[in-house]
């Protein structure tokens, strides 16, 4: 299945934030890669700060060209503000919400748990990373894997609350999502419109 494996920190400097997660390097080289990234002053065109966008949020959730085509199409013909839409789907996407559910410390590793088939959809494993969780659907760890090191570290100590679209179980080691998230809750720092502008050129 296709996914970014080049490197990670490069494009965390790029957007000058730790899109990844925690990134250590990001701390000590606060400025863009390359020779001349600390010098840099060249002023960005209004084209290029809306692929910027794009690209944050691609990176971000881990989605390829395609399926944020496609992601987008279908945030498209729904109802609402296309923007904020394209951001619940993304949201929705199983790979992240076992991430929002503190079950992995990153999307990345959430992403690998699913396609293991460590999770569980409303007690049925679902190893499709992309899978779009529904309102009411119940995310969990396979009870086989509760027992895994990797699980156990990334849930101690998590704070579920901050989350307030979930519903954690901490006895069954499963969460609901209760609805897709509002704008206001969603913490990354995407400018959703200005990928709606790209789109509409």
Do not use: C
Request: aromatic residues 8%; hydrophobic residues 35%.
């Amino acid at each position: 299945m296709a996914r970014y494996t080049g490197p990670k920190t490069k494009i965390a400097r790029k957007f000058g934030e730790a899109i990844f997660g925690p990134d250590k390097v990001l701390s000590k080289k606060n400025y863009p890669p390359g020779q001349h990234g600390i010098n840099k002053r060249r002023k960005t065109s209004e084209y290029g700060l809306q692929l910027r966008e794009k690209q944050k949020a691609k990176y971000t959730y881990g989605v390829l060209e395609k399926q944020f085509r496609n992601l987008f199409e279908k945030a498209s013909r729904k109802k609402g503000i296309t923007g904020e839409v394209l951001l619940q789907l993304l949201e929705a996407r199983l790979d992240n919400v076992v991430y929002r559910m503190g079950i992995a410390r990153t999307r990345a590793a959430a992403r690998q748990l699913v396609l293991h088939r460590h999770i569980v959809v409303d007690g049925k494993v679902v190893n499709i990373a992309s899978y779009s969780v529904k309102p009411g659907e119940v995310v969990g760890v396979r009870e086989k894997s509760k027992s895994l090191e990797v699980i156990a570290d990334s849930l101690a100590g998590f704070n579920h609350s901050k989350y307030p679209w979930i519903e954690w179980d901490e006895a069954t080691k499963s969460g609901k999502l209760l609805h897709l998230p509002e704008r206001a809750d969603i913490p990354e720092n995407i400018k959703e419109q200005s990928i709606v502008e790209l789109y509409s050129k």
